[in-house]
């Protein structure tokens, strides 16, 4: 998934700090289907052993056979947190991948091959953690 590399120690922590709302945004796979009681939980906020999560954008994309595919939206990062999130209501995550951080997108860039951000979008980082 997508990962940011950066030696602006200040740009890492507001990125990765929950006060900053940087969005991420991932794609993954669960067992089973979400209920619409499920998705709004999520949607709400979900309680985990250590407090309320912030509230998550989630979207079904495509239910398989046995699982499901979602793509969900969080700003806060906490360890594991898409994962202890769905197992708080029932679900296990078989797959997950973060494909967005703020503006910039993973696309299709193949695994384990990497590109320098462009200057419009070190820019748009800076910017959205009130850095520039």
């Given at each position: 998934?997508?990962?940011?590399?950066?030696?602006?120690?200040?740009?890492?922590?507001?990125?990765?700090?929950?006060?900053?709302?940087?969005?991420?945004?991932?794609?993954?796979?669960?067992?089973?289907?979400?209920?619409?009681?499920?998705?709004?939980?999520?949607?709400?906020?979900?309680?985990?052993?250590?407090?309320?999560?912030?509230?998550?954008?989630?979207?079904?994309?495509?239910?398989?056979?046995?699982?499901?595919?979602?793509?969900?939206?969080?700003?806060?990062?906490?360890?594991?947190?898409?994962?202890?999130?769905?197992?708080?209501?029932?679900?296990?995550?078989?797959?997950?991948?973060?494909?967005?951080?703020?503006?910039?997108?993973?696309?299709?860039l193949?695994?384990?091959?990497?590109?320098?951000?462009?200057?419009?979008?070190?820019?748009?980082?800076y910017?959205?953690?009130?850095?520039?």
């Open positions: 998934g997508l990962l940011l590399l950066t030696n602006d120690g200040e740009l890492a922590f507001r990125l990765t700090h929950p006060r900053y709302k940087v969005k991420k945004k991932y794609i993954a796979e669960i067992t089973g289907y979400l209920s619409d009681e499920s998705l709004q939980e999520l949607r709400k906020g979900i309680m985990l052993e250590d407090g309320m999560t912030a509230p998550a954008d989630v979207n079904i994309l495509r239910e398989k056979e046995f699982s499901s595919i979602v793509e969900i939206t969080i700003h806060e990062g906490r360890k594991r947190q898409i994962r202890r999130m769905f197992q708080a209501i029932g679900h296990t995550v078989t797959f997950l991948k973060r494909i967005a951080v703020d503006g910039i997108f993973l696309g299709n193949p695994l384990g091959d990497f590109r320098h951000l462009t200057s419009e979008e070190v820019d748009s980082l910017k959205s953690v009130h850095l520039k």
